[in-house]
């Protein structure tokens, strides 16, 4: 079965512009994860989306926000971009937050701000 | 919340000796603990992972030890290889909760 779809795969965008990444998840998989990767700093919990709903939040600032859609697609937001945003970002599904299943990544999107 | 720690974050090794990394947890109410391995341009992967009724699982080559009294975890990789070269993770979460990685452990093999 098909995995876990991100796009787009690269992206540079300038200081100060915002910037929107998808995430299909995994057919079946109803939560869906974001994280941000940064050398030296691991894999960054962002938040969790469960049937259109948050679930869980990470410690990013309020420029980074997200949603999901009744199909289970997430996207994630980030506005007025800081050089410091420029990582690997992650996007994972999994069966939902109630449950202890591994989740499953995706490629990931690298954001380059310039 | 959960915090990870994970040690070392830098490992190298010969081909055909043993590796093991380490992690604790501060949550004693974790009880879903897995293992991803992440290959250069690509996201982690998930390899093992083990449950808190359960103090040792093995999956050929690879094994994951959980003490909950201590709270801390242990990927142990036997007979490695070149491909086992890569980044590993750690992670650790309670159902209906975030989870938390460690930093990361680069472990280099060489023949």
Not at chain 1, 28 to 37: E, P, T
Not at chain 1, 63 to 80: A, H, K, L, P, Y
Not at chain 2, 15 to 43: M, R
Request: hydrophobic share 30%; proline share 4%; net charge positive.
């Amino acid at each position: 079965k098909a995995g876990v779809t991100q796009t787009p795969r690269y992206l540079i965008k300038t200081r100060g512009q915002q910037v929107t990444l998808s995430c299909s998840p995994i057919s079946g998989h109803r939560s869906v994860s974001w994280y941000q990767q940064t050398p030296g700093q691991g894999l960054q919990f962002l938040f969790e989306y469960f049937s259109e709903t948050q679930r869980n939040k990470g410690n990013f600032p309020g420029r980074f926000s997200g949603r999901q859609f009744s199909n289970s697609r997430s996207e994630m937001n980030v506005s007025t971009l800081e050089l410091g945003d420029s990582a690997l970002y992650l996007c994972a599904s999994s069966v939902g937050p109630g449950t202890n299943y591994g989740y499953t990544f995706g490629s990931g999107t690298r954001l380059t701000v310039v | 919340g959960e915090n990870v720690e994970q040690h070392p974050s830098t490992l190298s090794v010969q081909e055909g000796d043993s590796a093991v990394i380490k992690c604790t947890y501060s949550d004693s109410a974790s009880n879903y603990f897995p293992w991803y391995k992440q290959e250069l341009g690509k996201g982690p992967q998930l390899i093992i992972d083990i449950r808190s009724n359960v103090g040792e699982k093995k999956d050929q080559r690879i094994a994951v030890t959980l003490n909950k009294t201590a709270k801390h975890f242990s990927l142990h990789i036997t007979e490695t290889q070149p491909e086992d070269s890569a980044v590993y993770f750690c992670a650790a979460k309670e159902a209906g909760t975030a989870l938390i990685f460690g930093k990361g452990t680069t472990l280099s093999v060489s023949s």
